[in-house]
C-alpha cells in the first residue's frame, strides 16, 4: 500500500540556517504530495503541494519538488525564522478514490533565536 | 463556518463509556475525512464521505467505532466500549468536491481535533 517516510525529528537549527526535511514515498499509480504543518496549539495547515512529476510547490519561502525518480518530494527553506518552529508533516493522496491522506509520521522543528 | 469545527476539544472518559465526537465541516463541501493521531504519530485515515454516504470506512479500526452524516453537513464519530488504546486526537477534515477527477486534488482543511483520553 501507500507509505510515506519522513526524517526523524526532532531538528534544532538557529535563526537563518537552511532547512531540509526528507521525505520519501511508496505509492501505486501518480500521487498527489503534500507538506502540511501544525503550529504549537493549532491544527494542520495545508503549506503546499505539487501534483505531477518535476511541479515545485512554494509557499512562504519553502519549497518542494516532486521528484518521480527519486520517489521524493523534500522540504527546503533558505533562511529559516523563529516563527518556523512547528510540526511538519509530508502526505500524499491517491489521484483515484477517496483522496485520503497518508500522512508521514511529523517531523518536530525547533528555531533558536 | 470560517473553518472546520470539531467539539469537544478535550475529552476524558471512563474506560468501557460511550463518546461521540462532533464535527462542522466548511459549509458547503462535500467532502469529510477523519483521522487518528496517537501521539508523536502522524494522522492516520479512518473514514470518508461524501455528502451523506460513507464511501470509505476501511481505516476504522474495530467494530466499536461508527461514523455518521446524516444529512450531509455535522458528522459524529461514535467510539462504544472504550478502550485505553483509543486514546489519541481525532481529527476532522473536509474539502470542497468529491472524488475523482481534476478537481481531485481540492486540499483537505482541518479542524483543530478533539483530545480523547481513556482512563
Known amino acids: 500500500g501507500n507509505s510515506v517516510t519522513q526524517m526523524e525529528g526532532p531538528v534544532t537549527l538557529s535563526e537563518e540556517a537552511f532547512l531540509t526535511i526528507n521525505c520519501t514515498y511508496t505509492?501505486?499509480?501518480?500521487?498527489?504530495l503534500f507538506w502540511y504543518v501544525q503550529y504549537p496549539g493549532e491544527g494542520l495547515q495545508l503549506l503546499l503541494k505539487a501534483t505531477k512529476a518535476d511541479d515545485k510547490g512554494s509557499n512562504k519561502g519553502f519549497e518542494a519538488t516532486y521528484r518521480k525518480e527519486t520517489t521524493s518530494f523534500h522540504l527546503e527553506k533558505g533562511s529559516v525564522q523563529v516563527s518556523d518552529s512547528a510540526v511538519y508533516f509530508c502526505?500524499?493522496?491517491?489521484?483515484?478514490?477517496?483522496?485520503?491522506?497518508?500522512f508521514g509520521q511529523g517531523t518536530r522543528l525547533t528555531i533558536n533565536p | 463556518g470560517a473553518g472546520v469545527s470539531q467539539s469537544p476539544r478535550y475529552k476524558v472518559a471512563k474506560r468501557g463509556q460511550d463518546v461521540a465526537l462532533r464535527c462542522d465541516p466548511i459549509?458547503?463541501?462535500?467532502?469529510l475525512f477523519w483521522y487518528q493521531q496517537a501521539l508523536g504519530q502522524g494522522p492516520e485515515f479512518l473514514t470518508y464521505?461524501?455528502?451523506?454516504?460513507?464511501?470509505?470506512k476501511s481505516g476504522l479500526p474495530s467494530d466499536r467505532f461508527f461514523a455518521e452524516r446524516p444529512e450531509g453537513s455535522v458528522s459524529t464519530l461514535k467510539i462504544q466500549r472504550t478502550q485505553q488504546e483509543d486514546s489519541a486526537v481525532y481529527l476532522c477534515?473536509?474539502?470542497?468536491?468529491?472524488?475523482?477527477?481534476?478537481?481531485?486534488?481540492?486540499?483537505?482543511?482541518f479542524g483543530d481535533g478533539t483530545r480523547l483520553s481513556i482512563l
Open positions: 459549509s458547503g463541501h462535500v467532502s
Open positions: 477534515a473536509s474539502s470542497l468536491v468529491g472524488t475523482g477527477g481534476r478537481s481531485s486534488n481540492q486540499p483537505q482543511h
Open positions: 502526505a500524499l493522496s491517491d489521484r483515484q478514490g477517496a483522496q485520503k491522506l497518508v
Open positions: 505509492a501505486t499509480g501518480y500521487p498527489s
Open positions: 464521505f461524501q455528502n451523506e454516504a460513507q464511501l470509505d
